[in-house]
């Protein structure tokens, strides 16, 4: 068990990490995310409300169905990556990071009540509900058996509530963070330990923790907030800019929405990439280099040329001085299990962003080459009904 964000969360079970990993690829694995902040918005003004905080538009969503979106701040960085769900009863239902809690709710709170003073009608009701996350080719046939509902018709980042084993008041939404097929269950804190057990009475069913829920999202590409994202980077340098809905960009009217835009006319900087690498496992802060293991920075990128054709002295042209500054830094990484090699994610200026770009990370002070490799490093396998 390990302290995080004020839970105590196991990081793993009997079977270990490595095993734990690939059975969930293989069949199924039951996850306790209860230390996820979920948050019911109700009120008539719910929709503008929620869209004065996040990038997606989240007034298209049709009853049931859910979006990946981001909360920005008035420069454009991400204060936290959540899932918003318009459902079919009168509320909208979020799931945020445990990390961002108290932060989130600050928010929400604060522009709640300047909703209401504004004469808006909208009010947030804190769910105490246990959340579990059952994840894995096998999910919908372990799943099936205890449901009243054809799950064939739930489609990705769609819920319902219904009963699950016996237990009412379920909220069943496909989603999940491994890249596998899989669903979280928002579940009445009582009868958390009755439907787990339930669960896990499957025999394909193994618990997991912490250790393989991060090794299996960075398989899929996906990032952690406060290692991958957070207030210093943005949507654009993140590859999220696909969280922004198409009448927001025109409407510009979310949090730092010039910021955000200018990036997208004039393109980011420095870009988020996967790596793949031999030798040593790549670890967060590890430093990414050119591909001769030297630094490479855009004062290099601009002046190389110069100094390659007309000598040193052509560095003079490159005024004022700058010195020379890395690509980037790795944010996520660790051995895969399943591809067998060290996989990571990080930030470099985004002239070393193309996949194929051969670079270099520097591990305990030793140089090893990485590739820039597309994400996800494991096809995600997402379940879109017919």
């Not at 454009?76 to 769900?85: H, K, Y």
């Not at 491994?178 to 979280?184: I, K, L, N, R, S």
């Not at 670079?359 to 990485?370: G, I, S």
Request: contains cysteine; aromatic residues 6%; charged residues 20%.
């Amino acid at each position: 068990m390990v302290p995080f964000a004020g839970w105590s969360l196991p990081l793993h079970y009997g079977q270990g990490h490595l095993q734990s990993h690939l059975h969930t690829r293989r069949c199924c694995s039951l996850f306790d995310v209860s230390h996820m902040l979920q948050t019911r918005v109700y009120g008539r003004d719910r929709v503008k409300f929620m869209e004065s905080l996040v990038v997606g538009d989240i007034a298209e969503l049709k009853p049931g169905q859910g979006t990946l979106t981001l909360v920005t701040n008035e420069k454009g960085g991400i204060v936290d990556d959540l899932i918003v769900t318009s459902t079919s009863e009168d509320h909208l239902y979020v799931v945020s990071n445990a990390g961002c809690a108290d932060k989130d709710l600050a928010i929400m709170r604060g522009r709640a009540a300047e909703v209401r003073a504004a004469g808006g009608d909208v009010r947030l009701e804190v769910s105490d509900n246990a959340l579990l996350a059952l994840q894995g080719p096998s999910t919908a046939r372990v799943l099936q058996a205890g449901l009243p509902d054809d799950l064939a018709k739930l489609s990705f980042m769609n819920s319902v509530t219904t009963t699950v084993f016996g237990v009412p008041g379920c909220r069943v939404t496909r989603c999940g963070y491994t890249g596998e097929d899989g669903v979280e269950i928002s579940v009445p804190a009582a009868l958390a330990l009755e439907l787990a057990e339930r669960l896990l009475g499957a025999p394909e069913v193994w618990p997991a923790g912490l250790a393989a829920r991060d090794s299996l999202r960075l398989e899929a590409g996906l990032c952690l907030y406060g290692n991958d994202i957070d207030e210093s980077t943005t949507p654009a340098e993140a590859g999220l800019l696909w969280t922004l809905g198409k009448r927001r960009r025109a409407a510009m009217d979310f949090p730092g929405a010039a910021a955000i835009m200018a990036q997208v006319k004039e393109k980011p900087k420095r870009k988020r990439v996967g790596l793949t690498s031999v030798g040593p496992p790549i670890r967060p802060h590890t430093a990414i280099l050119g591909p001769e293991g030297t630094p490479v920075g855009m004062w290099w990128v601009a002046c190389a040329a110069a100094m390659a054709g007309e000598g040193a002295g052509a560095a003079g042209s490159c005024s004022p001085p700058r010195v020379l500054t890395s690509p980037g830094t790795v944010t996520s990484g660790c051995p895969s299990p399943s591809l067998g090699k060290n996989i990571a994610m990080g930030y470099v200026e985004a002239g070393h962003s193309r996949a194929g770009t051969a670079l270099t990370v520097e591990v305990r002070k030793k140089q090893h080459p990485a590739l820039v490799t597309k994400m996800p490093f494991v096809p995600t396998q997402y379940y879109m009904a017919k």
